[in-house]
């Protein structure tokens, strides 16, 4: 087998198909170390309930305005 040499190589490890389960852990991290609030709806809305995620929505509008649909 021959060893293919890129200056991407180094890259490769990121280039891997995304874990579900892992996004909650990231925000998690992002809030317990930066104070960064990262949410999905969908993800909310199956963990805490329907209220929690039109709490969760309702505070994203009131700070950034309503959501463009595309």
Request: a positive charge; hydrophobic letters at 45%.
């Amino acid at each position: 087998m021959t060893d293919v040499h890129s200056q991407l190589a180094h890259l490769a490890p990121l280039c891997r198909e995304p874990q579900p389960g892992e996004g909650w852990a990231i925000a998690k991290e992002a809030w317990h170390t930066h104070g960064i609030v990262v949410l999905n709806l969908a993800e909310v809305d199956a963990r805490h309930g329907w209220v929690a995620a039109r709490a969760a929505r309702n505070l994203a509008e009131q700070c950034f305005g309503p959501r463009n649909k595309k």
